[in-house]
């Protein structure tokens, strides 16, 4: 299989022109979530080009082009998220749009198709089989664009992989592999999973110099909560790496006014599914006590999240062992990362690689986050896919057997119980006029 790997190697390198002219359009064509039409249009043809058949519209904008070895095996994914952030001072924003690829992804999507390149015509000589799969929307972004369409009825959720689990894209696939944008070389452990939260404080409206008393601040109430909220902070367990923030979207209207609306958007983060469940408890037992204090109610909308992500040791092994193959590098293990990603879902179920590759500098989300080193950020990235594969499939796919056959996480079942608390409302009223 060392031999294949250096052709492989070989290849990408001979068609290196083609690979950065990919990554050139990908990188000026930014679409955030769900609305990746261009991007997913260009992904397609580059597949369809390979000769493969590619299947569409899945979740929108996803799309999946496999390969078979003929040979029993297992089915591995090779993962590309297709979505950009609106952040439009980047250099590469979209004029119009404001859209701009300031997490890297254009990156995946560039390694994802040079591997596809250089593995579609070496497939007879591994076993099993490979999903090339470009999924949507992982940043959590538009939340308004996302619950238009979820409320239509055309997705059930804000992030790209929840949705492609609902719609069983994942259900034949035994492994996946994504490498993501980064500063340098490495696997996390671990991501926090996260539970977005709405909350709206409903008071009664009164004139705020002639006749305050007469109305129930539901501004105060979202202070109060926001004060409790920080007084928890030293009771969660370091363990659970819990992480609370957000914002006052909603302050009242006029300052002459009591304002009898106030809302908050939360995110609160946890290491584990538990863990994030029962700092969400705390959450709601403090925006009920400032309800109840001032007399007023509040509405508790969990809007969705992600999972936190476990990384498979296994698989991140078979990248080290490839990664030293490759340039004598090791492989970094960066720990525990308090951010959050929809691989959390998928590594749930599967498992899961989630690396980095270098080759970008700045803040990612930030308009400084921009590509610096072509070669890290998607050359040796789509060889070590390449190889990654070769690891997995090669030698009757005997790694990638044993892989497979690892205990879960989590079952499907528990899995969707799951999202549904994170999808329930509740109101408490304690407004006793
Ligand atoms: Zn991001
Ligand atoms: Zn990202």
Known sequence: MKNLKQTLIAEIEAKKDEISAIADFLLKNPETGYKEFKTSAFVRNELEKLGLQVKTDLAITGLRADI??????????????LDALPVPSHPFADQQTGAAHACGHFAQLTMMLAAA??????IKELSGSIAFIAVPAEEFQSLEYCRKLIADGKISYCGGKPEFI???????????????AGHDTFTPASFNGFCMKQIIFKGRAAHGGLSPWA????????????????????????????????????????VNVVPAR???????????????KSA??????????????????????????????????????????????LCGGVLGDFGHRGS???????????????????????????????MVDFELACIQGAKLLAMDAVS?????????????????IMDKKTYFEYKELLSSSEEFDYDQA
Do not use: W
């Open 392 to 408: 997995l499939l090669g030698s009757n796919a005997e790694k990638a057997k044993a892989i497979a056959s690892l205990p879960k």
């Open 280 to 325: 969400c408890s705390v959450v709601d037992r403090c925006v009920k006590a400032a309800a109840m204090a001032f007399g007023g109610s509040v509405e508790i909308h969990n809007l969705g999240g992600y999972m936190p992500y476990q990384g498979c040791p296994e698989l991140n092994a078979v990248h080290a062992e490839n990664l030293k193959e």
């Open 340 to 370: 959050s990603t929809d691989m959390g879902d998928v590594s749930m179920l599967i498992p899961a690689l989630h690396a980095y590759s270098g080759g970008f500098s700045g803040s990612p989300h930030a308009k400084d986050f921009v």
């Open 117 to 122: 390149k250089v593995l579609v015509p070496v």
């Open 68 to 81: 078979d070895s003929g040979r029993p095996g297992p089915k591995i994914a090779i993962m590309g998220e």
């Open 215 to 254: 109305g129930i601040n539901a501004a105060t109430m979202a202070r109060q909560a926001l004060n409790m909220i920080d007084g928890q902070r030293d009771t969660f367990n370091d363990k659970d790496s819990v992480r609370i923030h957000g914002i006052i979207s909603d302050g009242g209207n006029a």
């Open 166 to 180: 609902k719609q069983g894209v994942f259900d034949d696939i035994d492994m996946v592999l994504l490498i993501h």
């Open 262 to 276: 106030a809302e908050l958007e939360l995110q609160v983060r946890a290491k584990t599914p538990e863990a994030v």
